[in-house]
């Protein structure tokens, strides 16, 4: 037992993503819940139609204001995908920050009691953020689970550090491309250096490309209806690029909220970025683009087409931003080469190295075809020895963050940094800060 | 498959052939299948009975090692039990799954990780009198004291976490290395210290923290990174022209030493020489001595490392009357070394005489020891190795081999003739000239290998008497064809028949040895 050191207290990890929220076990290799971050509501108290006025289609964000705390929440798997007249969509994160803590003990009950059946009161668990989280914020994670779920013990830790962990390393470089957030977080000895943490709205910018190019017509085809099948009473097939034949849900259509229509149509737009983007391995390249062959897609009306170059243009705004569109946007998130020298400016010429022979890709944004090849082409170029982990298995790339909480709270020797529920009612907040650094 | 009869006639429902005998010993016959031993099939029991005691002790089933005990029988039980943590200050109960045969109340085997770091703390009188410096505060001293605490001097982290204040300029690594052992450092020097002068040294040593060398080995490195490509590829390429440069040097000493050595040999003085022809070497020492002389002028400038390094030729021995008479004198005897070889392998060095006694051949070792044993002389240690001991010992030895060989040929010789005699009263029966005729052909034949093929030739014609009636033809036809063994064959022919008539067959021993000769004659003759 002591040989691997490895002593299971059955703790639980929670790990609370922009796109889902993970709980499992300690020691397991997969978490037993993933729920959608994503959560529908209505408002009970007549303010039933919340329009969210300035809703910019580029970049989506879920809410704007936070969910009144009487809200009926619809959770889970069977939450906000289902059609419902007047519901609203919310996301409790922003920038892979929680900002609305009103839904999240709900979330969290969703994932331990309904999906999980446990009893949290029983159980450590072990809760993460993101390297960039405010003290507040932890603290008021710490309180919602000492007041709210009653846990014994609790422990908040990086999810730079676990996703390090989770690739077996106690030093690494990183790359964390999420649903909202990439960032790059350089680990040393199981601490991240704060200094030359870096990250980018990335993500985001990515899929408002994507989305740019669907709805916006070509030479070839119109733009493109981004409708989701809950919308769509019936279709007929369609040849390729011909005008889909379909009948919308007229009944469903008044009492569709704003909210839940972005959030479909982001989700169809994810999805086409999910089954037919990629990156070309070797930059970008008009000939190498137009080499690839051309893939099939068809949207929920019926409307399906090829898509050829265009689909690798998606893939490269992560490493590639044009002139023209930085002179457009002053503040665009900033691509993985920029933020990969800034990080690696930031730290000791020492540690350089060390970091370039560790870098950790992880991520589900980091699963797009060809990403890992075009990192390390990338950095090659920069870099004399670069090792890139990039896990094959792709539980392991999207969950790496709860992975290595997973693996962190079933050693024997973490146990002593558990932060007790008697640790806490004598020392208050601040023993957050105090014991997970 | 082995079936006793008994099983057939029970499967075919015959009667038993003994029906009245089984019916009388059935009382036996049970306690011996009762007494069946393990390990044998029925059927072969049935076959072979009881009557073989010897196979119950080969068929018993073997005894295997015994299995190992995992715990107690194979099944463990494990129970939920909680625990408390040494490694913590509070009461936190955590349950974990161990087995219930543990000791509850050992401690927890994860707490003995919990190490502290052993660290430098001050107080406020020993910082006014040791440890004021102008560029650091005590405040700031303080909190890096306490980072470093924390992080357990992780230095990428401590530097991380360093917080300067606010009207502080940054502090770099190195000036919070720096501080930090520099105050460990002057804390050691100025408390009373309980060991000797060596440990204290020793981790003084341990917190010695050279600042500028450590920045200037920082900005090499930092140097190193902000290359630009094209200089990386300048570097590289000027790499590449001086790899090629040393092995060019390589090649062209290489080279030279080649050539000292074909005009030197040994007298070059390099290592690694091949072994030369006599003339050659006696050459180089004799002849080319002279010639050095004159050459080392040219050489010298050219060469000046290597000329050092052959050293002054070596000394001719040149013996005057003087030496001749010291040696006289000093008992001295100076052994020639062996002039014919001048290879290094053969070089013997300095030795002692004992060390070098003579020794028989390997193969004969046994035979010369047990021949000085049977007269009682002892050749393994000679107490007194004296010049003239070895001599004697050496002849002795030698005499011991001669006489071994000797005997070996005497011995080989007698069986011969032993042989020979038994043959010859086999052959008996036959005339009495033609077994003195036949005796010295034979010895010839296996005496000789050129003798073999006239034999050969012989035996030949014999068989091919044998089996046809125009041997003879068939002979001197062949022996006009086979142009050595012709003149054989036809003074042969006649008394061939003779032979052949007397049953007498010659020359066996030589058949083996020309058998490829046979076989060209048979193909022809075929």
């Known amino acids: 037992m002591v040989n691997y050191g490895g002593d299971e207290v059955s703790a639980l990890v929670l790990d609370i993503g922009s796109s889902s929220v993970r709980a499992g076990y300690a020691g397991d290799d997969i978490p037993k819940a993933i729920i959608p971050s994503f959560y529908g509501y209505k408002a009970t108290t007549g303010d039933g139609d919340v329009q969210m006025g300035e809703n910019a289609p580029e970049i989506f964000e879920s809410t704007t204001k936070p969910t009144p705390s009487d809200a009926k929440l619809y959770l889970g798997q069977n939450g906000p995908s289902i059609w419902r007249e007047g519901m609203e969509i919310g996301n409790p994160l922003r920038d892979a920050l929680i900002f609305d803590f009103n839904p999240v003990p709900a979330l969290i009950s969703h994932a331990l009691v309904d999906v999980m059946r446990v009893n949290p009161s029983e159980h450590p668990i072990l809760v993460t953020e993101p390297a960039w989280n405010t003290a507040a914020n932890r603290e008021r994670m710490a309180e919602i689970m000492f007041e709210e779920f009653h846990v014994p013990a609790f422990y908040i830790a990086n999810t730079g550090v676990l996703n390090a962990f989770a690739a077996g390393k106690g030093s690494a470089l990183v790359i964390d491309v999420g649903h909202a957030m990439a960032s790059i977080t350089p680990v040393v000895d199981g601490f991240v250096l704060r200094k030359g943490m870096v990250s980018s709205a990335l993500p985001k910018l990515v899929q408002a490309h994507a989305r740019h190019i669907l709805s916006n017509p070509t030479q070839t085809r119109r733009g493109i209806e981004l409708l989701p099948h809950q919308l769509i009473a019936n279709k007929l097939p369609v040849e390729p690029g011909a005008l889909p034949k379909f009948s919308l849900r007229e009944d469903r259509i008044s009492g569709t909220t704003e909210s839940w229509r972005v959030w479909c149509e982001s989700r169809e737009v994810d999805e086409w970025i999910q089954s037919v983007a990629g990156v070309l391995d070797q930059g970008w390249n008009d000939q190498a683009a137009a080499s690839r062959p051309a893939r099939q897609y068809e949207f929920p009306t019926g409307y399906n087409t090829y898509f050829g170059p265009e689909r690798y243009q998606v893939g490269e705004q992560f490493f590639f931003h044009s002139p023209q569109l930085v002179a457009q946007n002053p503040n665009l998130p900033k691509n993985i080469p920029t933020l990969l020298s800034e990080s690696l400016r930031a730290c000791d010429p020492d540690l350089r190295q060390v970091l370039m022979g560790n870098v950790v890709l992880t991520g589900g944004g980091s699963l797009f075809p060809g990403f890992a090849d075009r990192l390390e082409a990338e950095l090659s170029r920069n870099f004399p020895h670069v090792k890139i982990h990039a896990p094959g298995n792709p539980i392991e790339r999207r969950y790496g963050g709860w992975l290595g909480g997973s693996i962190l709270a079933s050693l024997g020797t973490f146990h002593q940094l558990w932060i007790s529920r008697e640790e806490w009612q004598e020392h208050g907040k601040p023993i957050v800060g105090q014991r997970c650094k | ?526």
């Open chain 2, 1 to 526: 498959m082995a079936v006793s009869a008994s099983d057939i006639r029970s499967a075919l429902s015959l009667p038993s052939s003994s029906t009245p005998v089984q019916s009388a010993a059935p009382g036996p016959r049970k306690s011996q299948v009762t007494k069946k031993p393990e390990g044998i099939s029925r059927e072969l029991y049935a076959l072979i009975g009881p009557s073989a005691p010897s196979l119950v002790a080969h068929l018993a089933k073997p005894r295997l090692k015994q299995k190992p005990n995992f715990g107690s029988g194979g099944k463990v039980k494990w129970e939920w039990r909680p625990f408390r943590n040494a490694g913590r200050t509070d009461s936190l109960q955590l349950g974990h799954w161990v087995k219930a045969t543990d000791d509850p109340d050992a401690e927890y085997p994860f707490a003995k990780y919990n190490v502290q770091s052993q660290s430098y703390t001050y107080s406020q009188e020993e910082y006014t009198r040791f440890l004021e410096d102008k560029d650091w505060t005590k405040d700031e001293t303080d909190q890096l004291f306490n980072v470093v605490r924390e992080y357990d001097t992780r230095w990428y982290v401590v530097h991380d976490r360093y917080e300067p204040p606010p009207d502080g300029s940054p502090r770099s690594l190195e000036d919070l290395k720096d501080r930090y052992y520099s105050v460990c450092r002057k804390l050691i020097r100025n408390r009373p210290w309980a060991g000797d002068e060596a440990s204290k040294a020793q981790l003084l040593n341990s917190y010695q923290f050279d600042k500028d060398r450590e920045r200037m080995r920082k900005d090499y490195i930092a140097s190193l990174e902000d290359r630009t490509p094209e200089e990386i590829a300048e570097e590289e390429a000027l790499f590449i022209e001086l790899k090629r440069l040393e092995q060019n040097e390589r090649k062209f000493k290489k080279e030279r030493d080649e050539l000292l050595r074909t005009l030197l040999g040994i007298d070059s003085g390099l290592p690694d020489i091949v072994a030369e022809e006599d003339g050659l070497s006696a050459l180089s020492a004799e002849g080319f001595k002279k010639r050095k002389k004159n050459a080392n002028e040219i050489e010298i400038p050219s060469t000046p490392s290597n000329i050092i390094s052959l050293g002054p030729p070596p000394p001719k021995r040149a013996h005057s009357a003087k030496s001749a008479a010291y040696d006289a004198q000093h008992c001295i005897i100076r052994v020639e070394p062996p002039a014919s070889s001048t290879t290094k392998i053969t070089h013997t060095p300095v030795h002692l005489r004992s060390f070098k006694l003579p020794a028989p051949k390997a193969t004969l070792l046994p035979k010369v020891t047990q021949a000085l044993t049977e007269l009682g002389i002892n050749h393994t240690r000679l107490v007194m190795p004296t010049r003239e001991n070895c001599a004697r010992l050496e002849s002795l030895i030698e005499a011991t081999t001669a006489l071994i060989d000797t005997k070996k040929v005497v011995d080989r010789v007698e069986q011969d003739i032993r042989v020979l005699r038994v043959r010859l009263g086999r052959a008996s029966e036959g005339t009495e000239e033609d077994g003195k005729e036949g005796t010295p052909m034979e010895v010839d034949a296996g005496a000789g290998a050129g003798a073999g093929a006239d034999a050969d030739a012989d035996a030949d014609a014999d068989a091919d008497a044998d089996a046809d009636a125009d041997a003879d033809a068939d002979a001197d036809a062949e022996g006009e064809v086979d142009g050595r063994a012709q003149s054989i064959l036809s003074t042969r022919s006649g008394r061939g028949r003779k032979q052949n008539q007397s049953r007498r067959s010659i020359s066996v021993s030589s058949i083996g040895t020309s058998a490829s000769a046979r076989v060209g004659k048979r193909q022809k003759r075929g």
